[in-house]
């Protein structure tokens, strides 16, 4: 079974829209951080946005003022809203928790932004 499962991947043009989503599995417990990475070919995977429990963000300064990260702390999920959308946003996302003893990573979910 699946620890994190991701959704909401997809083509989109430039400056368009999608919201990605991933939930944990109920059995992760005491989740500290949830986050976004994301890897574009050739490149190193890089962090695009955290969350932490009590709702402190961090983001990439590649995307402040266009991406906002939120959670659900009763259902563990976590979603991306990813507005403005630019070509250099093509990447395989990833969702990351961090809980007390183990880190899990999603499966990725790929963003591809092109007209």
């Known amino acids: 079974q699946a620890q994190l499962v991701e959704s909401g991947g997809g083509l989109v043009q430039p400056g368009g829209s999608l919201r990605l989503s991933c939930a944990a599995s109920?059995?992760?417990?005491?989740?500290?951080?949830m986050a976004w990475y994301r890897q574009a070919p050739g490149k190193e995977r890089e962090l695009v946005a955290g969350?932490?429990?009590?709702?402190?963000?961090n983001y990439a300064n590649s995307v402040k003022g266009r991406f906002s990260i939120s959670r659900d702390n009763a259902k563990n999920t976590v979603a991306l809203q990813m507005n403005s959308l630019k070509p250099e946003d093509t990447a395989v996302y990833y969702c990351y928790v961090q809980a007390s003893f183990v880190n899990y990573w999603g499966q990725g979910t790929q963003v591809t932004v092109s007209s």
């Open positions: 109920t059995t992760i417990f005491s989740i500290r951080v």
């Open positions: 969350i932490t429990g009590d709702g402190n963000t």
